[in-house]
């Protein structure tokens, strides 16, 4: 953060009252903390010098996430960057809060514009977290945000056709969908939807075709890993559009898989 910038927000209590809401500020925190875990799990896929070097200064910039992130623990009762939904309130605003945010906004924002300029070199393995990395909406807000304390079911979400992502790992899917039943609708409700991670969601072939991911115009990343498949639902042929598929530990012969990777020339097939 530059030094004006700083004495900006910190020398004039009246900026609290122009500067960022609530519930922007709970975006901001949500994004950089998406954004962070994101590189860190790029770590298992450095196979080459060029894709070492990205995350290496990647990592550096998740560094500089997390402190800034962590800078609010002592401050903000409560606050833990990995628990979710955020507890903070309209109490919690401060000059530091408002001004961790504002900087946490530029961070996040530097990084999306280097990915996009190609300054970092990404393998194929790595297109998942390159495409979460440029979004404009980088968090899972379904299941983080909450409006005076209460999470949304997703076709009542504030937020839902701005929604770039979708988290919904290692939960069954089935129980979720019986809470709310909107959540078969994803493509419907979040039309924007460019990454979404159903790995270790307990789905059935027939669920996933029910889900209808070929209507996901957008959808860029889709994770499918360790949901027990035994084969590839016929609707998989169809994305075309992806850059990125993980059947990965799944029980789906061998075959069935190189011939949906040779079918899917332009998708990463992770298996």
């Known amino acids: 953060m530059s030094k004006g910038l700083f004495n900006y927000i910190f020398g004039n209590k ?5 500067s960022l809401n609530l519930n922007q500020i709970l975006k901001i925190l949500i ?9 860190k799990g790029l770590e298992w896929i450095v196979d080459s010098k060029e894709s070492k070097k990205t995350f290496e200064d990647l990592t550096c910039y998740a560094n500089i996430i997390d402190k800034q992130l962590y800078s609010l623990k002592d401050s903000i009762d409560g606050y833990h960057p ?11 605003l401060s000059s530091h809060l408002i001004a961790t ?22 393998n194929k393995g790595g297109n998942k977290t390159k495409n979460i990395l440029v979004l404009k909406n980088n968090g899972s807000y379904l299941e ?17 056709v701005e929604m770039e992502l979708l988290n919904l790992q290692d939960y069954p899917f089935f129980k979720a969908a019986e809470y709310d039943s909107s959540m078969w609708d994803i493509y419907e409700h979040c039309p924007q939807i460019k990454v979404l991670t159903l790995f270790g969601a307990e789905l059935q072939e027939d669920e996933v075709t029910k889900l209808n991911f070929d209507k996901m115009d957008y959808l860029k990343v889709l994770d499918l890993g360790e949901n027990g498949l035994r084969s590839i639902p016929a609707s998989l042929y169809k994305l075309n559009q992806l850059e990125y598929l993980s059947l990965r530990d799944n029980e789906v012969p061998i075959e069935e898989l190189e011939k949906l990777q040779s079918s899917l020339s332009s998708t990463h097939v992770d298996f």
């Open 31 to 39: 994004d950089a903390n998406e954004i962070s875990n994101a590189i």
């Open 14 to 18: 009246e900026n609290l009252n122009i």
């Open 101 to 122: 945010a504002v900087s946490l906004q530029s961070t996040c924002s530097e990084i999306r514009d280097k990915v996009m300029s190609d300054k970092f070199t990404f």
């Open 82 to 92: 990995s628990s979710f939904p955020i507890g903070i309130t309209q109490n919690d």
């Open 144 to 160: 983080t945000m909450a409006y005076n304390g209460e999470l949304k079911k997703l076709n009542e979400h504030p937020m839902k």
